[in-house]
């Protein structure tokens, strides 16, 4: 059954309101980024504003680390409603994480969720829960569902998703039209298109681009590639003369003065042309040099024309 929202913060929030009643339980163990509403970012260091008690409720887990999981049942014994995750976003599971993450919930009685917020109409047609074969009780969808019209989803078991109807998941603007219409379109198009196929083609060029330019410049100690092509990370690591903050503010003076709004990731879209790429790949030769260059000759502060970014939270 599929239950319609606005936001992705809707749906992982409806998602877990509804675990919360069809376990009476109050506990959440979440993995990623959820979106801005309490029972999320109060977990985060972004938690101004939030109350201690719902603060308290929602327990952080680490990616391809099972035992972090383990430890929040240990702790909150017969308590853990739901346990909410990416299924993936800048590192690869590994030795089965997701298959084990599903079982652990479920031997400890909690509903299992995915955020596919980003991952959904983007790794396969049916989600990351297609791409790995990994079927979660609860999934949650936005973004890309309507190819940028405002509207999200919670998708699941139906004993489940049934008790919709008792919760209270209801909004002045749940009932436009245009967005639902939108999102049709969008599906139509992803079904008879190979849209899916295209972006992880058009990103397996930025990818390999990337590490070439990476190895070129020399740069494999600070830079490095994550993600699938088709939602792809380009990392930092602190180098003993600047922390990874710093260079990533350089990073992003650079790209955005050549017109490139990335946040250093690769969000590719069906759109994408190869001289999009080309250009990408152009400014990021550039910049990388410019990198180079600030690290050799220790001159940042100024080289720098914003202050750098301070870290408030990472969650990826
Ligand atoms: C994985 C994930 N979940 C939830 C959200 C929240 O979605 P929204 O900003 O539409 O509320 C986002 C937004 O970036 C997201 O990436």
Same mark, same amino acid.
């Given at each position: 059954?599929?239950?319609?929202?606005?936001? %992705?913060s809707?749906?992982?929030?409806?998602?877990?309101?509804?675990?919360?009643?069809?376990?009476?339980?109050?506990? &959440?163990?979440?993995? %990623?980024?959820?979106?801005?509403?309490?029972?999320y970012?109060?977990? #985060?260091?972004?938690?101004?504003?939030v109350?201690?008690?719902?603060?308290?409720?929602?327990?952080k887990?680490?990616?391809?680390?099972?035992?972090?999981?383990?430890?929040?049942?240990?702790? +909150?014994?017969?308590?853990?409603?739901a346990?909410?995750?990416?299924? $993936?976003?800048?590192?690869?599971?590994?030795?089965?994480?997701?298959?084990? !993450?599903?079982?652990?919930?479920?031997?400890? *009685?909690?509903?299992?969720?995915?955020?596919?917020?980003?991952t959904? =109409?983007?790794?396969?047609?049916?989600?990351?829960?297609?791409?790995? %074969?990994?079927?979660?009780?609860?999934?949650?969808?936005?973004?890309?569902?309507?190819? *940028?019209? @405002?509207?999200?989803?919670?998708?699941?078991?139906?004993?489940?998703?049934?008790? $919709?109807?008792?919760?209270?998941?209801?909004?002045?603007?749940? *009932?436009?039209?245009?967005?639902?219409?939108?999102?049709?379109?969008? $599906?139509?198009?992803?079904?008879k298109? @190979?849209?899916?196929? !295209?972006i992880?083609?058009?990103?397996?060029?930025? &990818?390999?681009g990337?590490?070439?330019?990476?190895?070129?410049?020399?740069?494999?100690?600070?830079?490095?590639?994550? %993600?699938? @092509?088709?939602?792809? =990370?380009l990392?930092?690591?602190?180098?003993?003369?600047?922390?990874?903050?710093?260079?990533? #503010?350089?990073?992003?003076?650079?790209?955005?003065?050549? *017109?490139?709004l990335?946040?250093?990731?690769?969000?590719?879209?069906?759109?994408?042309?190869?001289?999009?790429?080309?250009?990408?790949?152009?400014? +990021?030769?550039?910049? =990388?040099?410019?990198?180079?260059? &600030?690290?050799s000759?220790r001159?940042?502060p100024?080289?720098?024309?914003?202050? @750098?970014?301070?870290?408030?939270?990472? &969650?990826?």
């Amino acid at each position: 059954m599929v239950r319609f929202g606005k936001n %992705g913060s809707d749906a992982t929030s409806g998602a877990v309101r509804l675990a919360r009643a069809y376990t009476k339980r109050d506990h &959440v163990a979440a993995c %990623g980024y959820h979106g801005w509403q309490d029972w999320y970012i109060g977990s #985060t260091t972004r938690n101004l504003g939030v109350p201690k008690s719902t603060q308290e409720l929602t327990h952080k887990f680490a990616y391809n680390d099972i035992d972090s999981l383990n430890k929040i049942f240990a702790d +909150y014994k017969d308590q853990v409603a739901a346990v909410i995750m990416e299924p $993936m976003n800048s590192v690869e599971p590994v030795n089965g994480f997701l298959e084990k !993450t599903k079982e652990l919930s479920h031997k400890n *009685g909690a509903v299992f969720i995915f955020d596919e917020t980003i991952t959904g =109409f983007r790794y396969a047609n049916g989600g990351a829960q297609e791409y790995f %074969g990994v079927i979660p009780d609860l999934a949650t969808f936005g973004k890309g569902l309507a190819n *940028g019209y @405002p509207v999200s989803a919670i998708a699941g078991r139906a004993d489940i998703m049934r008790l $919709m109807e008792e919760i209270f998941f209801s909004f002045t603007f749940g *009932g436009e039209t245009l967005s639902l219409a939108a999102a049709l379109a969008t $599906m139509t198009k992803l079904q008879k298109e @190979p849209v899916v196929e !295209t972006i992880w083609k058009q990103g397996g060029k930025v &990818v390999d681009g990337v590490n070439d330019l990476i190895r070129r410049h020399g740069l494999k100690d600070l830079l490095s590639t994550g %993600g699938k @092509p088709c939602w792809s =990370f380009l990392l930092f690591k602190d180098t003993d003369v600047y922390s990874q903050w710093e260079i990533k #503010t350089l990073f992003l003076q650079e790209v955005f003065a050549r *017109g490139i709004l990335t946040l250093g990731t690769h969000n590719i879209s069906y759109s994408h042309s190869d001289t999009d790429i080309e250009n990408l790949l152009k400014a +990021y030769d550039e910049i =990388f040099q410019i990198i180079m260059n &600030v690290l050799s000759d220790r001159n940042l502060p100024e080289i720098l024309r914003a202050k @750098p970014l301070v870290p408030l939270f990472k &969650v990826r």
